[in-house]
């Protein structure tokens, strides 16, 4: 089946720092990933729909020039979050669709904590 | 109104009770309903896929949805500690491929021993 594997699975950044997640799709090729965050007890709000080779598609409400989304290849794409805050520090999650199944297969997910 | 509707819970059931989660949805346009688990720190795992009206069996887990109610609803038989996680329904407009999904708040079930 298809696997989505996301990295890291933690980090502590400083304010003012940038962080670098990656999304990457083992078995498959993924023309479009999905970027999601959590917050704790709450559900999971998509970020921004990223196509390879093209730029990302961002929802209402999300700083395209603090979340960096990068989708190079057909099995990578990278989230970067620009000069981290404390309030930018939650739960970061990728996910991707194979082509012929239904649904889509998540990333383990990345907790981020800016101090 | 938010485009779905789900009971945060948490929900508590003694081992091998029957649990029913459900959502409702406002938006008519939703045509492919899912449900998924995701414990603690992890990234939700796709546990059910439906298309349209109808049930849906797999082993001890049944999804239904009732699109002229616009409410789903996710059975689990036979509950166990290891179904203790929170239950996120999501749906979409399209199938697989790029369409977006809307999620639940998700339900945190606990299976006590």
């Known amino acids: 089946g298809a696997v989505v594997s996301q990295h890291p699975s933690w980090v502590i950044c400083k304010s003012g720092t940038s962080v670098k997640i990656e999304c990457r799709s083992l078995?498959?090729?993924?023309?479009?990933m999905f970027w999601y965050r959590q917050f704790p007890k709450q559900s999971l709000m998509l970020m921004a729909t990223?196509?390879?080779?093209?730029?990302?598609?961002?929802e209402q409400g999300v700083e395209k020039d603090k979340f960096l989304i990068n989708h190079a290849s057909l099995t990578l794409s990278t989230l970067t979050v620009t000069s981290a805050h404390p309030e930018d520090s939650s739960f970061y999650i990728c996910?991707?669709?194979?082509?012929?199944?239904?649904?889509?297969?998540f990333g383990s997910g990345t907790r981020l904590t800016v101090v | 109104q938010k485009e779905v509707e789900q009971d945060p819970g948490p929900l508590s059931v003694p081992e091998g009770a029957i649990v029913s989660l459900n959502c409702t949805y406002s938006?008519?346009?939703?045509?492919?309903f899912m449900w998924y688990r995701q414990y603690s720190r992890k990234g939700p795992e796709l546990l059910m896929y439906?298309?349209?009206?109808g049930n849906k069996e797999d082993g001890r887990f049944t999804a239904q949805v009732d699109k002229s109610s616009k409410y789903i609803s996710l059975f689990i038989r036979d509950s166990q500690p290891s179904d203790s996680a929170t239950y996120l329904c999501?749906?979409?407009?399209?199938?697989?491929?790029?369409?977006?999904?809307?999620f639940g708040k998700g339900t945190k079930l606990s299976v006590i021993p």
């Open positions: 439906t298309y349209s009206s």
């Open positions: 999501a749906m979409s407009r399209s199938g697989a491929g790029s369409y977006q999904l809307t």
């Open positions: 938006n008519s346009a939703f045509q492919y």
């Open positions: 996910s991707a669709s194979y082509p012929t199944d239904y649904g889509y297969t």
């Open positions: 990223s196509n390879e080779g093209s730029k990302a598609t961002y």
């Open positions: 078995d498959f090729q993924a023309t479009t």
